[in-house]
């Protein structure tokens, strides 16, 4: 062959190359840290391969204000495998970090977060109820959220709260695509159609349905709308742990929440529940650590 031909046969290969990672990287978001992906299915199910994992309720709720960006990073530092999040939208339309529906418990304004602008929360303290010292924290947008996580070798299970349109939920899901999160954020509601309309705009999204019932419709339901793992409180599970091992079966995975002391970590791993949610990581990670050590030395 020609040197020129050779050349241009290369040249070829090599756009094609840039061409499909290019593509993968838009259509997938893969990521340098995309691995972490890898130890736990996002797309799929959320099983653990090994030891339970360890999901950081509202950033470090116990250590720090609940959703701020201070208990992201606390959470984050500690080696969990997901921060655990809330979204609650602005009146105009701005996704941000709230658990609650109002803004009375956890900032000092008042009244529903969906009747206030983003000015108006930007402007809230919402950290000082929690300690002094965290007196000048403010409610985060989602896009500061990310711009903590991107980062960090750390995943995100990020829960949808009230009303959302599909132009809404399409709007949130462009922003983690851009941002390249599609293997490192799960999104998660309780409520039906939220999921249904997350099936329908985000299908490249892992999703979890939280729920508050338990019975045989929760594992046909799940299929149907094609989660990764079904999220409830351990009393809700215990009322029949054979639903557990149906789950199981079909390979969709479990959570509970949340669980801040030894004794209910403990059971939440007889029951061989997949993912832990609590208050307090690095009690947590402790725990697991000696759980890990114990079962080598075994």
Not at 20 to 34: D, I, K, R
């Amino acid at each position: 062959m020609h040197t020129d031909s050779l050349r241009r046969v290369t040249l070829r290969t090599a756009c094609v190359a840039w061409a499909l990672v290019t593509l993968l990287v838009v259509l997938f978001g893969a990521t340098p840290h995309a691995a972490a992906a890898s130890t736990m299915q996002l797309h799929g199910a959320l099983h653990r391969e090994g030891s339970v994992s360890i999901v950081s309720h509202r950033g470090a709720a116990a250590l720090a204000p609940e959703n701020t960006l201070a208990a992201m990073r606390i959470a984050i530092e500690q080696g969990v495998d997901f921060v655990e999040t809330d979204l609650q939208l602005t009146s105009d339309g701005v996704p941000m970090l709230l658990h609650d529906p109002t803004l009375d418990r956890t900032t000092n304004g008042s009244g529903p977060i969906a009747t206030h602008t983003f000015d108006e929360v930007r402007a809230l303290d919402a950290g000082g109820w929690f300690d002094p010292a965290n007196a000048g924290e403010r409610v985060p947008t989602l896009e500061e959220f990310l711009d903590v996580l991107e980062p960090a070798n750390v995943r995100a299970l990020v829960e949808l709260k009230g009303d959302w349109t599909t132009e809404q939920l399409s709007d949130v899901a462009d922003l983690l695509q851009s941002r390249y999160m599609v293997n490192r954020v799960a999104l998660q509601s309780f409520d039906e159609e939220t999921l249904r309309g997350l099936q329908q705009v985000a299908p490249q999204f892992a999703r979890v349905m939280l729920t508050r019932e338990w019975d045989a419709r929760t594992v046909s339901l799940a299929q149907e709308l094609e989660v990764s793992a079904v999220g409830g409180r351990p009393k809700l599970i215990d009322r029949n742990l054979d639903l557990l091992a149906e789950l199981r079966a079909t390979g969709i995975g479990s959570l509970t929440y949340t669980l801040n002391k030894t004794k209910r970590w403990d059971r939440a791993i007889e029951r061989g529940i997949d993912l832990i949610v609590t208050d307090d990581p690095v009690e947590l990670g402790v725990w697991r650590s000696e759980i890990e050590a114990a079962a080598a030395g075994a």
